[in-house]
């Protein structure tokens, strides 16, 4: 649980009356032959000059819609209703033309990915030119253009006067999404809205981007709207926090109010969801269940079916949000008979568990000795591990850090075969594994059973054509050809990760998140493995969801014995599913050791680093300078595929041991 108590600027609301943005009623229909179904039933907000109002919730509340409702952009299928007003008119009656002198001159908008704001084929400065075009007015002579773009790119910290030569395909994650904001604020607007901007982004970038909105907001007196599933950051960055679920708001709160005392059950659910920095528990509080369609829930409390305290009269009719003390409003009808109990819940969390020590094998079952890879771009050799060497022994969780490009997804990619190293040293159960394709078929089919791998992105590593009971069944097949009972092993392998055996019919797309990740892991554990490398395996998922698969594989740790790597940069769930962190920097281990030494007592400057980026909060942490080397941004732009670098690793702004 994030602590609570922490001291917090008053919101902007409080010293003004003074109103910039006001919405009303807002909602969001789908309109099809059948009728129109709800997606967001209903938003309220007000926000203030200069003001820094949160929208948090996980994915399907309906975040996204609510923010592109409000800048007009939603697709022509989804028609919004209610009231947007901004300068005495209300911006839902806008025609199209209209809304031309709105967005971008009045409102910028920022979305969480770079690359559907920029045009692939417009060079980085010629895409912040036509954002500086005035309407009507007289087009500068070339080099007073020129100097502007590089005035708007040096005010988000992009210096390198080159970049504005470059195709967006070209820069980093980080750099991109630099761009992205300099384009969005290129017209003055006194409003931005920024739509999870930090998300795909590793910790020290995100810090990076939310220092620089800090700081443009604060120099141009701008308001803020920052959506985001990360309470953290909200926290860090907000006046207030509108709290959204299946469509609607459920809570509206101060910052510091709502982190101290949440006081609805879903906020609260959220907040206990999120992983303490300084303890381990036994098992992380989570949200059974997922977010509901607004459809679903027009007629009762939307969060009834996840709510430990639901009652008959959370069904009876939606509950309206009613203010529940000084500035703050809640949708639950049961406030005051659980406050009480929802108090003692979050006091049983806080209670610190003592970390568990595990019996450990003598010989270790992954061995790397000195691993080097590298990549020929064109006539430079790109480093991306430099003589890396660990060991993993079985049941044993290790965790591998590092910012993206510091060359983690390539160890793993070349542990598993997926990539043959310059030179170096693999030995996994004791098979030489530094070249796959010298493996005889029967210590290939026995590594295959030995270690397997867990993906980033679940829907992108499933077949969508397939049901979940083919996949799972080709998987079981290929480690045993001999196998009679597929449907009872597909069965088995959806229990084990916490899903009922009917999902086998469904297919990919008919799941959440959370659940093809369950899904994605049953493939895995289809072999019987001993060790499973996961790549990134809850970066994607909202903060309940990740708890939950958290804790399923903790679960697999203690039932099966399943050993795991954990390829991550998000350091604050290392307490919870390691005993053992390696951090990765520019293609070496840096620093390495047992999990709770490493993050309270760091030695390595750029473990520290790292450390001080994990979100905190309260504003001192976004404006608290970082101690240690800063990162260099690399000059050059080398060839991007699909936005990763020839390494295989996503680029977020760091310099990548010599790569572009």
């Known amino acids: 649980m994030i602590a609570p108590g922490k001291s917090h600027r008053p919101a902007a609301h409080e010293t003004t009356t003074s109103t910039v943005l006001k919405v009303r009623d807002l909602g969001v229909d789908a309109v099809g032959p059948d009728g129109t179904d709800p997606i967001v039933s209903s938003f309220d907000l007000d926000l203030a000059p200069g003001e820094t109002v949160g929208i948090v919730g996980e994915s399907g509340s309906g975040k996204s819609l609510t923010a592109r409702a409000i800048m007009g952009l939603l697709p022509g299928s989804l028609v919004a209703r209610g009231q947007v007003e901004y300068g005495g008119r209300n911006l839902l009656e806008l025609s199209e033309r209209e809304w031309s002198h709105v967005r971008g001159r009045e409102i910028g908008f920022v979305l969480q990915d770079p690359f559907t704001m920029l045009n692939p084929v417009f060079r980085c400065g010629r895409i912040i030119e036509e954002s500086l075009i005035r309407d009507g007015r007289?087009?500068?002579?070339?080099?007073?253009?020129?100097?502007?773009?590089?005035?708007?790119?040096?005010?988000v910290g992009l210096t390198d006067p080159s970049v504005a030569d470059r195709y967006s395909f070209q820069l980093s994650g980080g750099m991109r999404q630099r761009v992205a904001v300099a384009a969005a604020l290129a017209r003055d607007p006194k409003i931005l809205i920024a739509d999870e901007p930090t998300t795909a982004l590793d910790v020290t970038t995100q810090k990076e981007m939310l220092t620089l909105l800090r700081g443009v907001q604060k120099a141009r007196g701008m308001s803020l709207v920052l959506?985001?599933?990360?309470?953290?950051?909200?926290?860090?960055?907000?006046?207030?926090?509108?709290?959204?679920?299946?469509?609607?708001l459920i809570e509206v709160a101060p910052a510091a109010d709502l982190e101290s005392r949440p006081l609805h059950p879903y906020a609260q659910g959220l907040l206990l969801s999120e992983p303490s920095l300084d303890r381990r528990v036994v098992e992380l509080p989570s949200i059974p269940g997922s977010v509901p369609k607004a459809r679903e829930v027009v007629d009762?409390?939307?969060?009834?079916?996840?709510?430990?305290?639901?009652?008959?009269?959370?069904?009876?009719?939606?509950?309206?949000?009613?203010?529940?003390?000084?500035?703050?409003?809640?949708?639950?009808?049961?406030?005051?008979?659980?406050?009480?109990?929802?108090?003692?819940?979050?006091?049983?969390i806080d209670v610190a568990e003592p970390p568990t020590s595990e019996a450990r094998s003598e010989r270790p079952l992954i061995e790397i000795r000195d691993l080097r890879k590298e990549f020929r771009i064109g006539?430079?050799?790109?480093?991306?591990?430099?003589?890396?060497?660990?060991?993993?022994?079985?049941?044993?969780?290790?965790?591998?850090?590092?910012?993206?490009?510091?060359g983690k997804t390539t160890l793993a990619r070349t542990l598993l075969g997926l990539e043959r190293c310059t030179s170096g040293d693999i030995c996994i159960d004791g098979v030489p594994a530094h070249d796959w394709s010298k493996l005889s078929a029967a210590d290939r089919r026995r590594l295959r059973g030995t270690v397997q791998m867990v993906f980033q992105d679940p829907y992108a590593s499933l077949n969508p054509m397939r049901s979940i009971g083919s996949t799972l069944s080709e998987a079981i097949r290929s480690h045993d050809r001999g196998v009679k009972d597929t449907a009872g092993g597909v069965a088995d392998l959806l229990k084990t990760v916490g899903l009922p055996p009917a999902y086998a019919q469904r297919k990919p797309a008919a799941l959440s998140g959370g659940e093809r990740q369950r899904v994605a892991i049953a493939r895995a554990l289809a072999v019987d493995p001993r060790l499973l490398v996961c790549d990134e395996p809850v970066s994607a998922l909202d903060v309940s969801v990740r708890a939950q698969i958290v804790n399923l594989f903790a679960t697999l740790r203690r039932e099966r014995g399943v050993g795991f790597i954990f390829i991550t940069h998000?350091?604050?769930?290392?307490?919870?599913?390691?005993?053992?962190?390696?951090?990765?920097?520019?293609?070496?281990?840096?620093?390495?050791?047992?999990?709770?030494?490493?993050l309270d007592h760091p030695t390595d400057p750029y473990t520290v680093k790292l450390l001080q980026s994990i979100p905190r909060s309260g504003a001192a942490w976004i404006d608290a300078p970082v101690t240690t080397e800063a990162r260099r941004t690399p000059a050059g732009g080398g060839r991007r595929t699909g936005g990763r670098d020839l390494m295989g690793e996503v680029c977020d702004g760091g310099d990548t041991h010599g790569a572009a």
């Open 570 to 598: 998000d350091l604050s769930m290392l307490r919870q599913i390691t005993e053992r962190v390696c951090i990765m920097h520019r293609g070496r281990l840096v620093e390495s050791g047992p999990v709770d030494r490493i």
């Open 138 to 155: 007289r087009r500068p002579p070339r080099s007073e253009r020129r100097a502007e773009v590089l005035r708007r790119l040096a005010e």
């Open 379 to 406: 006539k430079r050799t790109v480093t991306a591990l430099d003589g890396v060497s660990l060991s993993v022994n079985q049941g044993e969780s290790v965790a591998i850090v590092g910012e993206s490009g510091s």
């Open 300 to 348: 009762c409390c939307a969060f009834a079916t996840r709510c430990e305290w639901v009652a008959d009269t959370c069904r009876q009719g939606r509950p309206p949000l009613l203010e529940v003390g000084r500035l703050r409003r809640s949708a639950c009808v049961r406030l005051p008979e659980i406050g009480a109990a929802m108090d003692a819940k979050r006091a049983r």
């Open 227 to 248: 959506i985001t599933h990360d309470l953290r950051v909200a926290f860090a960055m907000c006046d207030r926090i509108h709290v959204m679920y299946g469509g609607s």
